[in-house]
């Protein structure tokens, strides 16, 4: 008798030992995303969603989850059960630009999440309505001198970086435009093309296809050198000696979720991303390829956080 409580007794544990032990992901995994479909975060991750179910064999459900300028959704990521199944597809300006500017964001950048790595590098650019009158960084700043606080300019919310890199714009040009909020990156851009905003910067590639079709006007693009695939001067060439602005596309996990998950999801997303059909196709719409680990992703993100603080509270920017 004790042989046979023995015997279960083992056959029960080692049940329960491969039930703990079951291999992740075993369900489709769900992805918040705090910006607006459409945007360029938005764009790059459904781009690379495919290849990483693939490789993980499960759905990745992508929720579209805006509000407050990306706090709502980076909210519900944070408080989200740490094991796998909730993950964050997100840029740069929720992690090191917002909480910066807003001590109620309700979360910490550097406590509440577990970097799982880097996708891309967005690159920007300033683009107008074809209506508004100035064509070049010069122009736009002789316009907004002429005309101090009149000239309207679009962005995602108080604190985005639209919001963020039109700040810094500002203030090394010596103007000011009125702000006007959007509910994300998208509505902002729309609000462009239709002409009931004047200009805003925006991530490319989202206002690529609008700029082909001549329904905006690209004034300058925001990289330290010229982007390839467009022939346009950069705003440090063009009057701002200097001024570069970029963001970027994560994935991060909650807090606290196991570093073997964490290293799954990595290698997928890392996977995805050396894939030469994938690269093209990022690469041809303006992303630059990052797919880094996820110990160079925590190191860059507590030094971009920190120096991020020190741009902010040098410009003086501040929520409104």
């Known amino acids: 008798m004790r042989r046979l409580v023995l015997i279960c007794t083992l056959f029960l544990g080692a049940a329960a030992g491969a039930m703990a032990q079951a291999p992740y992901p075993d369900r489709p995994i769900r992805v918040v995303m705090p910006l607006a479909a459409g945007s360029a975060v938005d764009v790059v991750f459904r781009i690379v969603a495919e290849p990483v179910e693939r490789t993980l064999g499960q759905r990745l459900v992508i929720e579209n989850m805006t509000g407050a300028s990306g706090i ?25 630009m917002l909480p910066n500017l807003n001590t109620q964001a309700g979360y910490d950048p550097l406590r509440d999440f577990a970097p799982v790595g880097q996708i891309v590098q967005i690159r920007w650019a300033l683009v107008a309505h074809p209506g508004f009158a100035a064509t070049s960084v010069a122009e736009v700043i002789a316009a907004a001198r002429a005309r101090p606080g ?12 639209q919001h963020v890199a039109m700040e810094m714009f500002m203030q090394r040009a010596g103007v000011r435009m009125n702000h006007i909020s959007y509910r994300g990156a998208t509505p902002a851009l729309t609000g462009v093309v239709a002409g009931d905003v004047a200009l805003g910067f925006f991530g490319l590639p989202t206002p690529n296809g609008f700029i082909r ?23 440090a060439e063009a009057g701002l000696p200097g001024f570069a602005f970029y ?74």
């Not at 059960?81 to 992690?95: E, K, Q, R, S």
């Not at 009149?150 to 970086?161: F, K, N, T, V």
């Not at 290698?267 to 990052?290: D, F, Q, S």
Request: glycine letters at 12%; aromatic letters at 4%; charged letters at 20%.
């Open 247 to 320: 963001t970027w596309a994560a994935l991060l996990a909650p807090a606290g979720t196991p570093a073997p998950i964490v290293a799954r999801l990595n290698g997928a997303l890392r996977e995805a991303l050396a894939l030469p059909v994938i690269r093209e196709r990022l690469e041809g719409l303006g992303y630059g390829i990052v797919g880094n680990t996820p110990d160079a992703f925590t190191q860059i993100l507590a030094t971009e956080h920190a120096s991020m603080a020190a741009l902010i509270r040098d410009a003086g920017i501040r929520m409104e």
């Open 72 to 96: 709502v959704g980076m909210r519900a990521g944070a408080r989200a059960a740490p094991d796998g199944y909730t993950l964050l597809a997100t840029n740069d300006a929720v992690l090191t």
């Open 213 to 235: 079709d001549g329904q905006l006007r690209l004034i300058a693009t925001a990289g330290r050198t010229r982007e390839a695939f467009v022939d346009t001067p950069t705003i």
């Open 150 to 161: 009149a000239i309207d300019y679009a962005s995602g919310g108080a604190g985005s970086p």
